[in-house]
């Protein structure tokens, strides 16, 4: 339509450039990727560059003419040199690379990781490494692509006015819940869209509930039985030494691998374990039966110790409220550390504080309300900018169904070639929750093999979200996605209909998830 992809208006221009041969590294570019297969991640990123590299470089523009602002391209002061090269160029030049003092280069480079959007990545996976290559210079030891953030199913851009603005999240809940928001509701490398519904959702559900419920819980059995105290440390072999020695690997592996989403999954799992053993202790019997006894200490001990542990984890995506957290279980610790990871850290005798809870919880429909009432609409709840383009939903068009279902008796049939549009993959359930407020939704994140996305099932009348952890089921895996209950579904989860009731149609163990079923 004459516009690029940001709306501005496109025209043809002529002008005289110097080019970088980069046809001429096609074939070693394609090699070091061949041996460094870690070196583009995630693996769908790989496999773009790859692509992309093997349908053939053309050497690339890395003067203008048109422009004069810039730094002059040497020997020809009618040019000037083009952003990539000036600019990719900083990465190493910021490390004083052409001084005569190379200390501060030979420390830092190469770069562990370049951590970049996914739109920059052919500059960072194919120019940049070309360049240093025809340089000598030693290359950066990976290119990390993240996905974008979405409004509206849209980029989030300047250009096109889509714009979240965190200021009053911030203002109210602080920056640690949005950060953790962020960071846990987006699968690394892939897409996520925003509303403030899905933020109010997760805090909820996973901050006041999940783990300021378990905090509040044991500091206050720790202050009523043992004097607002740390009971006498035991650091004999129990049920949580056990989970946090298992979990704890698994989150650092996560951490390494910018599986955000994947360790604090990790996390997740000691809490559940946490109040699983609280359960299963009873200290608040024990307590009325036989006082503050050996027994009632290791139990209150073990609680707290794994919930240091718990919110040592949280500290690289909640610094300023695990620190508190941390405050409040007698263990502070300015800058914790992988070895503060360790079973046996928290004291004994020292002071905690149960206090106000840590995320107090928050009435959703008041709250969008509040902020409606101030001229703040609701992201998921924004006009469509394309929405007049589309045709009008019926009038009597009820919100989305919350259960898959039965195909009626009389329905079209449909062709052959309709039927392999449908894309029916396998997909392992990584994590379950309920959602809030349905009795029938409870929000997935699957692995596709060569992904993760996230779908909402209604099935929650029949599998509760601890049973759903590792199943692998059937998916439609091209299915448009769709916003229930404010939080976006990318796929379907088939299921068979029994009586109103769902049932999940099981895959074996042993087929990998991705695997397309025909």
């Given at each position: 339509n004459g516009k690029c992809e940001n709306g501005h208006p496109v025209e043809r221009t002529t002008e005289q450039n110097f080019f970088f041969r980069l046809s001429r590294f096609q074939h070693p570019l394609l090699q070091f990727y061949r041996e460094h297969p870690e070196f583009i991640q995630p693996e769908t990123r790989y496999n773009e560059v790859v692509s992309f590299v093997e349908s053939g470089l053309r050497d690339l523009s890395v003067s203008r003419t048109a422009i004069t602002w810039g730094i002059p391209f040497p020997g020809h002061p009618d040019h000037v040199v083009y952003v990539w090269l000036d600019a990719l160029t900083n990465y190493i030049s910021a490390l004083d690379f052409g001084a005569n003092d190379l200390a501060k280069f030979n420390r830092y480079w190469p770069a562990d990781v370049h951590l970049i959007g996914k739109d920059i990545l052919r500059f960072h996976a194919v120019y940049w490494p070309a360049f240093l290559m025809a340089a000598g210079i030693e290359l950066p030891k990976k290119i990390l692509a993240h996905g974008w953030w979405l409004r509206d199913q849209q980029k989030i851009?300047?250009?096109?006015?889509?714009?979240?603005?965190?200021?009053?999240?911030?203002?109210?809940?602080?920056?640690?819940?949005?950060?953790?928001?962020?960071?846990?509701?987006?699968?690394?490398?892939?897409?996520?869209?925003?509303?403030?519904?899905?933020?109010?959702?997760?805090?909820?559900a996973d901050l006041a509930n999940d783990l300021g419920n378990t905090l509040s819980r044991a500091l206050k059995m720790s202050a009523t039985y043992f004097d607002g105290s740390t009971p006498p440390i035991s650091c004999d072999d129990n049920d949580l030494m056990r989970a946090a020695s298992a979990i704890v690997p698994e989150y650092l592996k996560s951490m390494d691998e910018f599986a955000f989403t994947r360790a604090l999954d990790a996390v997740w799992k000691l809490i559940i374990a946490i109040n699983g053993y609280i359960v299963a202790k009873e200290p608040w019997k024990h307590h009325k039966e036989h006082g503050a006894d050996p027994v009632l200490a290791r139990v209150i001990w073990n609680t707290l110790e794994s919930l240091r542990i718990v919110w040592t984890m949280m500290t690289p995506f909640m610094p300023q409220v695990s620190a508190e957290a941390l405050r409040r279980l007698g263990a502070p610790k300015e800058s914790p550390t992988r070895e503060d990871l360790a079973w046996g850290g928290l004291?004994?005798?020292?002071?905690?504080?149960?206090?106000?809870?840590?995320?107090?919880?928050?009435?959703?429909?008041?709250?969008?309300?509040?902020?409606?009432?101030?001229?703040?609409?609701?992201?998921?709840?924004?006009?469509?900018?394309?929405?007049?383009?589309?045709?009008?939903?019926?009038?009597?068009?009820?919100?989305?169904?919350?259960?898959?279902?039965?195909?009626?008796?009389?329905?079209?049939k449909v062709s052959i070639d309709q039927f392999f549009e449908i894309d029916l993959r396998v997909a392992e359930i990584l994590s379950a929750e309920r959602i809030e407020k349905s009795k029938k939704l409870?929000?997935?994140?699957?692995?596709?093999?060569?992904?993760?996305?996230?779908?909402v099932a209604g099935i929650a009348t029949k599998y509760s979200p601890e049973e759903l952890l590792g199943r692998k089921v059937v998916i439609v895996a091209n299915l448009q996605p769709a916003t229930l209950m404010g939080v976006e579904s990318n796929g379907m989860v088939l299921a068979a209909s029994i009586d109103g009731e769902p049932s999940l149609l099981i895959v074996d163990s042993s087929v990998p998830p991705g695997t397309k079923v025909k």
């Open positions: 851009s300047k250009s096109t006015g889509n714009v979240v603005r965190p200021d009053y999240i911030i203002d109210e809940f602080g920056p640690d819940p949005l950060r953790y928001f962020l960071l846990r509701e987006m699968v690394f490398g892939q897409d996520q869209n925003y509303s403030d519904e899905s933020f109010l959702n997760r805090y909820n004291p004994a005798g020292v002071p905690v504080e149960a206090g106000d809870p840590i995320f107090p919880r928050i009435d959703i429909a008041t709250w969008l309300s509040s902020r409606a009432s101030q001229g703040d609409t609701p992201m998921d709840e924004r006009p469509d900018p394309d929405s007049s383009a589309k045709e009008a939903a019926p009038e009597h068009a009820g919100p989305p169904a919350e259960t898959t279902q039965a195909m009626p008796p009389d329905a079209t409870i929000k997935l994140r699957v692995s596709t093999g060569d992904g993760e996305r996230t779908l």
